[in-house]
């Protein structure tokens, strides 16, 4: 009997401690839109957002054209990468216009963006699909998928864009098999203090990778001498302020967010569950919004996810001063339905914030003194 009142005590002390708040104050004096509205563009849904600031300011903002269903890119032949852009912080938005034009049976999906800051060259990744090669329309397994992974570029801050580039040969790892369920993470990749453009892949069920570019994106490549982490599904990496890598990945089941952090370039990584960050298996992104070192007042990161561990719900900004060790301070930017979120900083110095409201694809503009309560302001202007 004492036995069982253990483990009973054990099991209690354990639920308690992975019950985390999840209820914060809604953020006030929002700027908020729907800015990809079904049937824009002729498309019945939308999916996937990513956001980014080029380097004159503009916000550009992609997503998945999911023309005739919600479903996955491996279940439909009808999927391409839609764009808009905005110059003024947010508060009008060009025309929809598309990156890719597939012809049917053919699909792009999973948008993730980089800004060169050096060069102002902007890249967009996708997963690519053909359903209509002989592998693929038989499929022996739900994870064995003729995956590809493209790259295009923008040399005008979003406006035109070349061609499809398939970067798949030179980005995988050697160990991973052609037809393993591989994909590029969507929303955003980082450009390092060196230089190095840098974003990852998922190899699902069993880790995570880097793949980047030394040379400005003229070339692509796996970072061959680096280590895998796990558990990883969609992960996003960040630069922190003193030069470590961290990780931030979904992790499947867990009701966690789980944190990698490498100090030796990725050679080797430490993880945790980040109990502070509760998440209910969803894709979600880190920011680095300032550094001390670029004459700001204090090094701040910010965090939005749907801050819940049952079902995707209650989308939370969250932001740290001490490069994630713990979070400051928290708003609810959504009570209702939030899914996959992006986030990046206005040039007058605003976050924004673009994600899934159920089928509203939504942008919402929000300041640090508004997140914050007044107690942090930026004191300079803001640098992109």
């Not at 550009?60 to 032949?77: E, F, K, L, P």
């Not at 929303?187 to 230089?195: D, L």
Request: charged share 25%; aromatic share 10%.
């Amino acid at each position: 009997m004492k036995s069982i009142l253990t483990i009973l005590a054990l099991s209690a002390i354990t639920s308690l401690a992975e019950t985390v708040k999840t209820d914060y104050p809604l953020i006030k004096n929002a700027h908020r839109e729907v800015i990809f509205p079904q049937g824009d563009g002729g498309s019945k849904f939308f999916r996937i957002p990513a956001i980014v600031t080029a380097m004159n300011g503009d916000l550009i903002a992609v997503i998945d054209a999911r023309r005739n269903t919600t479903r996955d890119m491996q279940h439909t032949g009808n999927i391409d990468i839609a764009i808009k852009r905005s110059s003024d912080n947010g508060d009008t938005w060009t025309d929809i216009d598309f990156i890719t034009n597939f012809p049917e049976g053919e699909v792009g999906s999973d948008p993730a963006l980089i800004v060169d800051k050096t060069t102002g060259e902007i890249f967009c990744f996708y997963n690519y699909l053909d359903h209509n090669t002989e592998f693929n329309k038989k499929r022996p397994s739900k994870t064995a998928v003729d995956y590809r992974h493209y790259v295009q570029s923008s040399k005008d801050n979003g406006k035109t864009w070349s061609k499809p580039k398939d970067i798949r040969d030179q980005i995988m790892p050697d160990h991973v098999k052609p037809r393993d369920f591989v994909f590029i993470t969507s929303g955003r990749g980082i450009q390092t203090a060196s230089g190095d453009l840098v974003h990852t892949i998922a190899h699902v069920g069993k880790g995570g990778y880097l793949f980047g570019s030394k040379d400005h994106g003229k070339t692509w490549g796996a970072y061959k001498n680096t280590a895998s982490f796990s558990p990883a599904n969609e992960c996003k990496v960040i630069e922190l302020s003193d030069g470590s890598l961290m990780i931030n990945a979904r992790n499947n089941g867990s009701k966690f967010r789980y944190v990698h952090q490498s100090n030796d370039g990725a050679q080797s990584w430490t993880g945790h569950k980040d109990t502070n960050l509760p998440d209910p298996g969803c894709n979600a992104e880190p920011f680095v919004y300032t550094l001390k070192k670029d004459g700001f007042a204090k090094n701040r990161l910010l965090f939005v996810n749907a801050h819940s561990q049952k079902g995707r719900k209650n989308l939370v900004l969250s932001i740290s001063y001490d490069d994630g060790k713990t979070w400051s301070h928290k708003k609810c930017i959504e009570q209702g339905p939030s899914a996959y979120s992006a986030i990046t900083a206005c040039k007058n110095g605003d976050i924004a914030i673009f994600f899934e409201n159920g089928k509203k694809m939504t942008f919402v503009r929000v300041s640090l003194d508004d997140l914050t309560d007044g107690k942090d302001k930026l004191t300079i202007p803001y640098k992109l």
